[in-house]
């Protein structure tokens, strides 16, 4: 038997076109004489569609599309995945369902029974857990049909509590006593560049605990500040990865139950280098947010620096460098270097740039505030002031253009707040808000593998915001090295203070570093959306009081 | 037997406060000679906690103070509210539990059965359910201790779906096989203007369903934007409310178990009126913010309209005059009524106000941005940068005064995106931002309920953003009445647009204001916390994806 497994990129609550996307990979499969096609999660509405999910005539859109690609299954069997509505009086509305469908009818269903809960996840807050378990007889085969989480029950947690198993039941427990002879897994996860190995180990864990082979579907594509890397895998029953479909690609690919079953592997190469994958991730995300939303081109404030730089690389590349503008935004603190290194990216990449000399503004505000601040000393206020002055105009820029302000604040700085509200934390995506700086290098060196894009003065110069004379970061942040290891252990791994260490880091330090983050949390709850590739981002997988005294 | 009920206003993680708090009042209840004193939900960490639960370090901080106020529990006992570890090796790390404390130590405790994952609330992204039910017997008498939403099985709810019950599993059936005498109910449960009633009707029907007198404990004050309204309950078993604690205040009240059993109900005055309790609420909703964020002082932009006349007074009434001022900043634009509504206001209030025109700085934008422009007719984009030069200043203000800028969007507005983002929509809360402009009038009219505070042609006028020459809010709106009708429905109610209806209501205008709501989701997204008054807030209490096609 051939089975089809479909990597698609859905867009949420774009009925028509999820259906074309999924009816035209049904035809694909007819084609190639497979006899099953599989697809992701949640794959009708698009995922996630949050609280679309509360509305009842998104759900009836849902019901309507299910119906128009089961009348596309003829002579086929396509395994989607939608939300259903919870028949039982009691219980939460809808369940997240896979549902088998054949010859405009759906011959089977199955409901996720482990509904994750955490981090970004909300799916407790619509889903009712499915309680009952079964096999969808097909062809002679029994399938095992769970929905991504189903098989996760047993995954190791990035804190301290020492807790064996997030849940109390496992469905594959339940499924295994009617002898399965293939799990097939849907799945809309999304990516994490610390994930990549534990995720193929959960799928190799389970069919090798099993000796049952596993076809795990996932999605690609982003949608808002969620990036999916695809990686969809077919898994032996012996816990090999026969085939690994592409990272961050839609594809659509067919194989055989025999090949499957029978398969020889020469365990090739293993994931791709993280920071390979980083980029393509944030590529992706900018891609994917621009197309979703109608919008074509992009504008960002170029400093020189190597954030904005790294930046103008990656919008450049997602959306093609004629849709992408610059502006530099000079001011009496600037270096000369700042404006030529600029001028050279742009001129590298082949990017339309404007320079503004913010001078002109800020004195107009310097003057209108000069009796409301007479003889107070010049802080920080009229640093957020230059800052803002670059906002006002690049929103200009964008509102007259109908382009969307790119926000290139990385995570670094987003965790200690080193950044202005309404300046340079603006914008309508941060395309690197969840890249800690010292990773933001590692990716500019990828850019540069080649040749050189970034002016190397640009990547080797001591980072800077250029808001008064001669400041360099490090005035007021430890070392970038020093801090990101602080920030990953008390952001992604949620060590308390005492716990963190390693190389240079010293209590002073992770308390300070603590503070900072801490006493920021009303900044990050204005930020733009990020574009997620860690396992915490900020944004809302973390969920922090405003007004905590902690 | 004298019970004591103690509504107070807690911090989230501020341990020593709460415990200080919580002391302090069983050191009351025991000098008015009470056996037992019951707290409200979460009382020791301060609720809601949100992510902080994920921090081990933080859940000892919780048990450390838990045996604190063990300690202090010498000849009474104390029902209070914590998270406590899970032990099981399989489920979620923690229950929300009630604690009864008894001579330094912990001798009953009960766990959420029904955990609330809806609206504002994840928490079965924190808990595992509890699943046993028992009896705390006490000096002859059996309590059955519940937490919050555990009585609220049976709610209805805002939506089309047609469900009867939200839960499996009815807490109250369970207990009642023991025959309990008293039930206790600790909870936080956050106000919102329409449904005082129903909560109310929540704990009358329990009651008189199992014939059992209900003791509910809410607590009072706000955290983020949160605000609870107290108003904690004492219900007879005949379900009639035997005594109410007072709305928005901390109260610790002592009841003898003979009253509540023999209670004559001379059935009082229904709930204080609606907008009277909405006023209170944000009253109280500022005062907490920046009590416990440690600020004093607060600055907005005066415009002459009656959204930030409003913010106004109700931030004067929270803060005190001495402790707020005013920028007013006309423009062009701007009519001559603006400046002299917004003096007289300030003057009546006693608030101290200056006032920059915003002339010098927009010349300064127009003749940068010519040389980009050249050619573009005026459009939104100079409308921008007159809100967003407002924001400049009133930042500058914020951070050389350190005083917090105090945003003043109303509701209807910020659902169909009319403001700009880092303009007139900065801010470090939203005061107004749930209140819709029908309501904001009703609450003018009440401040001014017995002489006039906001000028009458404030009032009267119609509303206008004044960023273009003779602009009114009714040239790209419909008439307010009509918009929020639309809004409620759509957003509270949830209604699909062919079943919104009301007078003056038509097909075109419900497409128009749906497409603006959805439309606008990405300027929400960067919004201020906004104080929650209503069933349906925007910010964390409802997420939509921002690229969904719908």
Same sequence: chains 1, 2.
Avoid at 99 to 127: H, M
Avoid at 224 to 229: P, T, V
């Amino acid at each position: 038997m051939k089975i089809t497994v479909a990597q698609l990129n859905y867009h949420i609550g774009n009925f028509d076109g999820n259906r074309d996307l999924i009816c035209s990979a049904i035809r694909k499969a007819k084609s190639e004489g497979s006899e099953l096609i599989v697809f992701s999660e949640l794959c009708v509405p698009g995922y996630p569609p949050l609280d679309l999910l509360d509305r009842l005539d998104f759900i009836e859109k849902c019901n309507r599309t299910v119906e128009e690609i089961s009348n596309e299954c003829k002579g086929i069997v396509a395994i989607v995945g939608s939300p259903t509505v919870n028949k039982n009086p009691q219980g939460k509305k809808l369940f997240n369902s896979a549902l088998v469908l054949s010859e405009g009818r759906i011959i089977f269903s199955a409901n996720k029974a482990l509904l994750p809960t955490y981090d970004i996840f909300d799916e407790y807050r619509y889903f009712e857990p499915g309680k009952s378990f079964s096999i969808f007889p097909f062809k002679g085969l029994k399938l095992a049909v769970t929905i991504c989480e189903d098989l996760w029950d047993e995954q190791s947690f990035d804190n301290e509590f020492e807790k064996k198993r997030l849940y109390t039941l496992s469905p594959m427990e339940e499924l295994v006593k009617y002898d399965p002879d293939i799990i097939i897994n849907i799945s809309a996860s999304p990516f994490s560049y610390s994930k990549i190995d534990s995720k193929a180990d959960i799928f190799k864990a389970k069919a090798a605990k099993y000796d049952i082979p596993v076809i795990n579907v996932n999605q690609t594509g982003a949608n808002s500040e969620l990036i999916f890397d695809g990686a969809s895998m077919i898994v032996s029953s012996k816990g090999e990865i026969i085939r690994r479909l592409p990272f961050f690609e839609e594809s659509v690919e067919t194989i055989s139950s025999e090949e499957i079953s029978d398969a020889v592997i020469s365990e090739g190469k293993g994931s791709p280098d993280h920071i390979e994958l980083i980029y393509k991730a944030l590529v992706t995300g900018i891609r994917d947010y621009f197309a979703k939303t109608n919008f074509k081109s992009a504008i960002l404030g170029l400093s020189g620096g190597i954030d904005s730089s790294l930046c103008l690389c990656l919008a450049a590349e997602a959306l093609g460098n004629t849709n992408v503008r610059a502006l530099l935004m000079p001011s009496r603190y600037s270096s000369e270097h700042s404006v030529k290194d600029a001028v050279a990216l742009a001129e590298n990449l082949g990017i339309h740039y404007d320079i503004i000399n913010i001078e002109k503004p800020f004195r107009a505000f310097e003057e209108d505030l000069e009796p409301l601040f007479k003889g107070r000393r010049p802080d920080v206020t009229e640093e957020n002031i230059q800052a803002r002055i670059r906002a006002v105009l690049l929103m200009a820029v964008s509102n007259k253009s109908g382009s969307i302000l790119l926000n290139t604040s990385n995570k670094s700085e987003a965790a200690v707040g080193y950044g202005t509200l309404y300046g340079d934390m603006a914008g309508g995506l941060a395309v690197l808000g969840d890249v800690y700086k010292t990773d933001i290098y590692r990716l500019a060196d990828y850019v540069n593998r080649d040749r050189e894009i970034i002016p190397l003065n640009t990547i080797r110069k001591p980072p800077s915001a250029e808001l008064r004379p001669d400041q360099i970061d490090t005035d007021s942040l430890p070392e970038y090295k020093i801090l990101d290891s602080i920030l990953y252990q008390y952001i992604e791994l949620q060590k308390p203070a005492e716990r963190i260490s390693g190389e240079g880091i010293d209590a002073a330090a992770i308390e300070k570093v603590i503070r900072m983050i801490n006493s920021n949390e009303y900044k990050r709850y204005q930020a733009p959306p990020i574009l997620r590739i860690s396992s915490k981002s900020f944004g809302p997988g973390r969920r922090m009081p405003l007004v905590a005294k902690y």
